[in-house]
């Protein structure tokens, strides 16, 4: 199965931007559908961005629409979040997932099999 690594992650002040990768194993463009996923400390782990296996959909999370872009480098395998004017609250880990599965829509987390082990970012006043 593939397996997901996840880079990019550090300190940031707020207002700031930063840029996560995730590189996959083998080949993601038109296997998988691929997303971004946060837990910050005492909260559930929620979906920031996902984007389907072709390329064609792609999901924001309310909080982060017009902040954050999700994107792929198929001759990489690589999937990219780039995250800009990031706030305070936005300190946690951050997980990058894939899924071959149809069976949720593309913000789902149950319906992701394959995680990296995640990357910290905090987010500094």
Not at 12 to 30: F, M, P, Y
Not at 53 to 58: E, F, I, L, Q, V
Request: proline share 1%.
């Amino acid at each position: 199965h593939v397996q997901l690594v996840e880079s990019g992650g550090g300190l940031v002040q707020a207002g700031g931007s930063l840029k996560l990768s995730c590189a996959a194993s083998e080949r993601t463009s038109g296997v998988y559908d691929m997303g971004w996923f946060r837990q910050a400390p005492g909260k559930e782990r929620e979906a920031v961005a996902a984007v389907s296996r072709s390329g064609d959909t792609t999901y924001y999370a309310d909080s982060v629409a017009g902040r954050f872009t999700i994107s792929r480098e198929n001759a990489k395998n690589t999937v990219y979040l780039q995250r800009n004017s990031l706030k305070l609250g936005e300190t946690a880990f951050y997980y990058c997932a894939g899924t071959r599965r149809y069976s949720y829509t593309i913000d789902e987390s149950r319906g992701y099999d394959y995680w990296g082990q995640g990357t910290q970012v905090t987010v500094s006043s």
